[in-house]
């Protein structure tokens, strides 16, 4: 075990001195091992580089008249200012560091600036503790960060949604009023096919207008998340300059997709409240809970953005994949039939669909006038937490090499 650890920065370039008493005991057991020395390393924080391996320190004589006996290293750091970690401990030549086989070392934090050196950190440690810290740090980091990018972008968020939206019908003899009739005209295809075609309609209720409120209730959440899921696999190739020549925050371009998105889906709930109003002459109280279920939607879609965002850089051909998992994921969902029509051993597997709780929820506030039960609302939520926060963490790992592969 170190004890009373000293240090001192100076020198040009730069170097610590690092002073420690050993225990004899201590000194005694790397004794008996052959080829035994004091060292150092020195890595990069951000990325765990290496960058210097130190000069190799013969073991001290042991003292007998006492009982530690003092040790001094010279820890040389790169000149470039920046921050740097150093770890001083034992090693056995051609073997291995001692560090890593749990042995207690000196940790160093420093940060070289101007030529000189700034000292954070200077402590014993062991691997073991040194990597139960970093997981409290990074899990820590993708609680915060996902937040923090959206907080301190919002502006630039904006922005990009009103370009987006301006871009995408400029030149159109619709202009912006697109906006309500693209969830209007695809609505009322759905309900022309399903409602009047094949003739869908709900248990012993006959009239179409039944079925038509219920299927299109059961659109509201799947507009808003096919149309940003459905673009998310080429949004980063869409914008490759930005992710080449600019410092740009790619971690946005799938939260512009959402937010354009639930756009949409506002629009569309408007649609649809005056047609509700217009059917049953009132809009249910339990309307105004509708966020207990969009945010957990909106967290939802975004993470698998991000996802999808991330992936589809790599893998070219995820966008004719995921427009086939899309088809097929609304049809697994009761949106266009009852849930009353699923074989009864295939229902509780169908439930676990987080897009299921979404419809149900839907229709159970703007169209039954409760409150959705419990249970799956819960694991709703905690499900699109999970996703909200594991798919930032995935895009924030890979984006680094999208440059790469751009």
């Known amino acids: 075990m170190y004890l009373r650890p000293s240090i001192d920065a100076a020198g040009d370039p730069p170097s ?10 201590t000194l005694d057991a790397l004794r008996m091992r052959p080829n035994v020395f004091f060292s150092y390393q020195v890595f990069d924080p951000a990325n765990g580089l290496l960058l210097i391996d130190g000069a190799r320190t013969p073991l001290p004589a042991v003292d007998p008249a006492n009982q530690t006996t003092e040790i001094t290293l010279t820890l040389e750091l790169p000149p470039d200012p920046g921050d740097y970690r150093v ?103 759905y309900f022309f096919v399903f409602g009047i075609v094949l003739r869908s309609r709900l248990g012993n209720d006959p009239s179409r207008s039944s079925f038509a409120l219920y299927f299109l209730a059961g659109m509201l959440p799947w507009l808003p998340m096919s149309e940003a899921l459905g673009r998310a696999p080429s949004v980063i190739r869409e914008h490759a300059s930005f992710v ?41 109280w339990t309307a105004a809970l509708l966020p207990v279920l969009v945010i957990p939607q909106v967290l939802f879609t975004l993470g698998l953005a991000w996802f999808l965002g991330a992936l589809g850089v790599y893998a070219r051909d995820l966008s004719q994949i995921n427009a086939y998992v ?61 996703f909200f926060l594991a798919g930032h963490a995935w895009f924030y790992k890979l984006r680094r090499s999208f440059p790469d592969v751009l």
């Not at 030529?115 to 950190?121: E, L, N, Q």
């Not at 020549?245 to 569309?268: D, H, R, S, W």
């Open 16 to 25: 610590l001195r690092v002073r420690f008493d050993l225990p004899r005991e």
């Open 87 to 189: 770890i001083a401990s034992p090693l056995e030549e051609d073997v291995c560091w001692l560090y890593e086989r749990g042995t207690p070392f000196l940790l160093v934090d420093a940060r070289v600036e101007d030529g000189r050196i700034s000292v954070r950190r200077f402590r014993e440690q062991t691997l073991g503790r040194l990597r139960l810290e970093t997981l409290v740090r990074s899990m820590a980091r993708v609680f915060k960060y996902p937040v923090r990018t959206i907080a301190r972008n919002r502006t630039l968020i904006q922005a990009m949604v009103r370009r987006d939206f301006v871009a995408r019908y400029r030149g159109s003899l619709g202009g912006i009023f697109w906006t309500v009739l693209n969830p209007l005209l695809l609505m009322l295809t």
């Open 244 to 284: 080449k020549k600019l410092v740009f925050p790619v971690e946005i371009l799938p939260v512009n997709l959402v937010l354009a998105g639930m756009v949409t889906g506002v629009f569309a709930l408007g649609i649809f409240l005056l047609g509700l109003l217009l059917a049953r002459g009132n809009i249910p």
């Open 326 to 386: 899309l088809t097929l994921w609304f049809f697994l969902t009761p949106i266009c039939y009852p849930v009353d029509s699923l074989p009864t051993l295939a229902l509780p597997l169908f439930s676990k669909n987080p897009l299921f709780v979404l419809v149900e929820g839907y229709r159970a506030l703007l169209l039954e006038g409760r409150i959705p039960s419990f249970g799956p609302l819960w694991k709703l939520w905690l499900l699109a937490a999970a």
